[in-house]
């Protein structure tokens, strides 16, 4: 095989590489835009589930996600879920069926302040969980 042929060679195979790679670093860039994208959009859901007197939203004026949105939200985020064994999910859900509990709890007069606190405590772990495992997923 001549020089040139090789010299060509080299150059075409390297520049294939370069294409390559800057396909899978725009595509891995893209990813993540798209995730922290919908991660704010479901943080910001989850703060709007959280009952105002345990002090993550500002105003009591701010509607709860309905149904069809918490699904469309878990959906999406099980679509995306790679390698981070879907833990963004299941601390999602976390902090909706525990707000959820608490707004019922907290209306029940007959509710003990012990149960309350718990559930509460239940509420703030999972919104911990959820921004540690968004802010991991994001790396």
């Known amino acids: 095989m001549s020089e040139t042929l090789q010299v060509a060679l080299l150059a075409a195979s390297t520049g294939l590489a370069g294409v390559w790679l800057g396909q899978f670093l725009a595509g891995r860039s893209n990813r993540k835009d798209r995730l922290r994208a919908l ?28 149904p069809a949105e918490i699904d469309g939200f878990i959906a999406r985020l099980m679509v995306e879920s790679e390698k981070d064994e879907d833990e963004v999910r ?12 608490y707004g019922i709890d907290k209306q029940d007069p007959r509710a003990p302040g012990v149960e309350l606190r718990k559930t509460a405590d239940h509420v703030k772990k999972n919104l911990e969980d959820l921004q540690r ?7």
């Open 39 to 66: 991660y704010a959009e479901v943080m910001a859901a989850a703060l709007r589930l959280t009952p105002k007197s345990l002090g993550y939203k500002m105003s009591e004026d701010t509607e709860i996600p309905q």
């Open 133 to 139: 495992a968004m802010r991991a997923r994001l790396k």
């Open 90 to 101: 299941k601390a999602f859900i976390g902090v909706f069926n525990f707000s959820m509990l």
